[in-house]
Nanobody, 126 residues
Framework: VQLQASGGGLVQVGDSLRLSCVAS????????MGWFRQTPGKEREFVAT????????FIIDPAKGRFIISRDSAKNTVYLQMNSLKPEDTAVYYC????????????????????WGQGTLVTVSS
């Protein structure tokens, strides 16, 4: 699976961005997807995940109510809609794909993912 993330940019506090991650190579429908983020000097942090079917999702507490993860199987794309952005959301965001072995599965750890995109930078300015 090859993953191509896009949609990052420089925004103001309170603005919105939608990140996209297009998958190619293998059956997208067989993979759960995730978004992680990383800032300089810190470990990569899990943000959100969605099951292969799209029915199950999980988002970290700091992003609940602001971020939405979704997927479009017809476009082989997973999205991260980010609203009410804060300076602490500033990071390089990475999408990742993990092989789904049972219905509804997803992962909140980076070890659960086999494939990674190149990252897209989100900068939230105050």
């Amino acid at each position: 699976v090859q993953l191509q993330a896009s949609g990052g940019g420089l925004v103001q506090v309170g603005d919105s961005l939608r990140l996209s991650c297009v998958a190619s190579g293998r059956a997208f429908a067989n993979y759960y997807m995730g978004w992680f983020r990383q800032t300089p000097g810190k470990e990569r942090e899990f943000v959100a995940t969605i099951s292969a079917s799209g029915l199950n999702t999980f988002i970290i507490d700091p992003a609940k109510g602001r971020f939405i993860i979704s997927r479009d199987s017809a476009k082989n794309t997973v999205y991260l809609q980010m609203n009410s952005l804060k300076p602490e959301d500033t990071a390089v965001y990475y999408c990742a794909a993990g092989r789904s072995t049972r219905s509804g599965s997803f992962s909140r750890i980076d070890g659960g993912y086999e494939y990674w995109g190149q990252g897209t930078l989100v900068t939230v300015s105050s």
